[in-house]
Each structure stands twice: as structure tokens, then as C-alpha cells.
């Protein structure tokens, strides 16, 4: 069965620093896609990013990095320079090869504050 | 941009009453997912969808929840009768099923509280 494990509960920051949000995730699939997605406190849940199983490449946009190890089944995603705009909660999700199969973790709830 | 709508964005009922969740997919996606979000819950997998047919709704409570896809654009969440413990915002999300396309676009929910 796929599980996604977000240990962190609750994160509070101080806006300009920098925060690392945990995933980790368990499939048997040898294919496999790894999202982030972003609820604001307006409710709406928004795509961030999405990985394949065969590309382990960080990546950057803009503030966003996300770390992507096979070995120890983790997709991490790092914030730099937080601002409060960043606070809401963050979902990690865990889908097979076709999208079927989309798994969810608990989410870790950032707070931003000026 | 394309969406996922979904109706009504709020509804208040009483213990006992049926309620019907509608979910309009975005144009193409051919599969669709229901989820529900609690606060002690997290996000639930209910049910979800692959070209209308379900694929897979064990997490759903079967003895007062049924979900169908009547045609291709209309996904329905059904509660009979609904209970208190049923208050939650239900989230209805589409996508294409094609490897490497597989991101999910999600509506805005629809609040149920169940008095």
C-alpha cells in the first residue's frame, strides 16, 4: 500500500528565514510521482510541483527547492527567505505511474510571522 | 483557466437529511478523485473514478455514501442519511490519466456541516 509520512505537525518561522517541510513516502512501484500541493487559508489546494521515481534532480524555482532522495524515500521541499504569504498548510501526495492510486499525507501547517 | 467546479460551496442540513455533492471535471480529464478533509483526518481518499468507472471507493462508508459518474462531465457524492459526523469540506479533483500528465487540478470544496 502507498503512505505518505509528514512528521512535522505544525512549523512556526520568523518571516525571512529559511524552513524545510518533510516528506516520506512508501510504494512498491518502481514508477511512481511525487507532488506538493499548498492549501492557503482560503481552502483552494494548489499544485506546487510534481517528480517522477527516475529523475532525482533538485529542483529551484524562485524561494522553492525540493530534495528528492530515492534512498531513504524522502521528497523534502525548502522555502528560502519565508514571508508571511507562505503560511498555509503544506500537502505532500504520492501517485502511481498512471495518477490512479493518489495518496495524501497529513500536511504540516507553516506559520509565517512578520 | 480550467476548472474544476463544484457545488454547493456550502451546505448545512440536518441529522438525517440526504446531501448531494456535485463535481463538474475539467474537459478531458478522465479521472476523478473525491477526498474529504477533517481537521482530525487529514485528507481521505474516498473514491475515485477512471473513465466513469470506479476504480476504487474503499474509503468510502458504504452503508450511507455513494458516488457516481452519470456522464462525463457530472461526478455526484451522496450521503443518505447524513450524520454529524459527516461535517467536513469534500474536495472533488480531475485529471488526465496519461503517464507524466497525471496532476491533479482541484475544486474549491463544499462545506458540509451536519447539525
Redesign the interface.
Known amino acids: 500500500a502507498q503512505k505518505v509520512t509528514q512528521a512535522q505537525t505544525e512549523i512556526s518561522v520568523v518571516e525571512k528565514e529559511d524552513v524545510t517541510l518533510d516528506c516520506v513516502y512508501e510504494t512498491r512501484d518502481t514508477?511512481y510521482?511525487l507532488?506538493w500541493?499548498k492549501q492557503p487559508p482560503s481552502?483552494?489546494?494548489v499544485?506546487l510541483i510534481?517528480r517522477?521515481s527516475f529523475d532525482e534532480q533538485n529542483e529551484i524555482s524562485g524561494r522553492y527547492s525540493w530534495n528528492f532522495q530515492k534512498s531513504t524515500s524522502s521528497f523534502n521541499f525548502t522555502i528560502t527567505a519565508s514571508q508571511v504569504v507562505d503560511s498555509a498548510v503544506y500537502?505532500c501526495a504520492l501517485?502511481d505511474?498512471?495518477?490512479?492510486?493518489?495518496?495524501?499525507?497529513?500536511?504540516t501547517r507553516l506559520s509565517v510571522l512578520p | 483557466d480550467a476548472r474544476v467546479t463544484q457545488t454547493p460551496r456550502h451546505k448545512v442540513t440536518e441529522m438525517g437529511q440526504e446531501v448531494t455533492m456535485r463535481c463538474q471535471p475539467i474537459l478531458g480529464h478522465n479521472t476523478v478523485f473525491w477526498y474529504r478533509q477533517t481537521m482530525m483526518q487529514g485528507l481521505e481518499l474516498l473514491a475515485y473514478f477512471r473513465n466513469r468507472a470506479p476504480l476504487d471507493d474503499s474509503g468510502m462508508p458504504k452503508d450511507r455514501f455513494s458516488a457516481e459518474m452519470p456522464d462525463a462531465t457530472l461526478a455526484t457524492l451522496k450521503i443518505q442519511p447524513s450524520e454529524p459526523r459527516d461535517s467536513a469540506v469534500y474536495f472533488c479533483a480531475s485529471g488526465p490519466d496519461r503517464p507524466g500528465a497525471n496532476v491533479l487540478t482541484f475544486g474549491a470544496g463544499s462545506r458540509l456541516t451536519v447539525l
Not at chain 1, 505511474?97 to 500536511?107: A, E, K, L, W
Open positions: 514508477t510521482y507532488f500541493y481552502g483552494e489546494l499544485f510534481r517522477n500537502f501517485s505511474n498512471y495518477g490512479q492510486n493518489f495518496v495524501f499525507g497529513p500536511g
